[in-house]
């Protein structure tokens, strides 16, 4: 059974560029979490998609968005990117979302110059 | 308000050494989940055990094993006989039953077995 597919695995932008970074669940998850994790302020979750929609929201700006397809693939986009955007994200995958055991990608690691 | 605290941040242990990482937690929930993964270098969060809140008993898997102490809001993790291949970050997470249902971990603790 496949894994949690990240792509791409490393990104180089430049500030004030966009982003899209893509995960693929496992077959049979419907349940898409996203976190950031950096040195600084650890792992921080950064939104849910449960068929389609937006379920749940962390606290971060509205640069910070994302989508989920029928096929339950999701893809997050962060626009105007800022040096403190660097980072390793992490997407999760779970059957139903409902606190239950997430299983994750290995991260797409973002660097903005 | 949730919080999950690894006050470990490094640990080095000599190869079949037994290893304690500790976490407490914090919420207001009375029905809630706690997890711990481990990430080694390539990245990858691995699942390693969940339990919740109305569930206190002591569960050992293999070298692993996870002790939940409500009384004292911990949920430590030992490694007994500990392996190089142990090495890794570990951390301890927790989510609540009315929440967001995201999980919040903690910061985390590097442990290091040396041959």
């Known amino acids: 059974k496949a894994g949690v597919t990240q792509t791409p695995r490393y990104l180089i932008k430049t500030r004030g560029q966009q982003v899209t970074l893509s995960c693929s669940p496992i077959?049979?998850?419907?349940?898409v979490s996203w976190y950031q994790q950096t040195p600084g302020q650890g792992l921080q979750f950064l939104f849910e998609?449960?068929?389609?929609?937006?379920?749940n929201k962390g606290n971060f700006p509205g640069r910070f968005s994302g989508r989920q397809f029928s096929n339950s693939r999701s893809e997050m986009n962060v626009s105007t990117l800022e040096l403190g955007d660097s980072a390793l994200y992490l997407c999760?995958?779970?059957?139903?979302?409902?606190?239950?055991?997430?299983?994750f990608g290995q991260g797409t690691r973002l660097t903005v110059v | 308000a949730q919080k999950v605290t690894q006050a470990q941040t490094e640990i080095s242990v000599v190869e079949k050494e037994d290893v304690t990482l500790d976490c407490v937690y914090e919420?207001?929930?009375?029905?809630?989940?706690l997890f711990w993964y481990k990430q080694p270098p390539s990245g990858e969060l691995v699942f390693l055990i969940r339990?919740?809140?109305?569930?206190?008993q002591n569960e050992i898997s293999g070298r692993y094993s996870w002790n939940f102490q409500k009384s004292t809001s911990s949920f430590n993790f030992t490694i007994t006989a500990s392996q190089v291949v142990d090495s890794a970050v570990y951390f301890c997470?927790?989510?609540?039953?009315?929440?967001?249902?995201?999980?919040?971990f903690g910061t985390g603790t590097r442990l290091t077995v040396i041959p």
């Open positions: 999760a995958s779970t059957r139903t979302g409902k606190n239950t055991e997430a299983f």
């Open positions: 077959s049979g998850h419907r349940s």
């Open positions: 998609y449960f068929s389609e929609t937006q379920r």
């Open positions: 919420t207001r929930d009375t029905t809630y989940y």
């Open positions: 339990r919740n809140s109305f569930d206190e």
């Open positions: 997470a927790l989510s609540e039953a009315t929440g967001a249902n995201n999980l919040f």
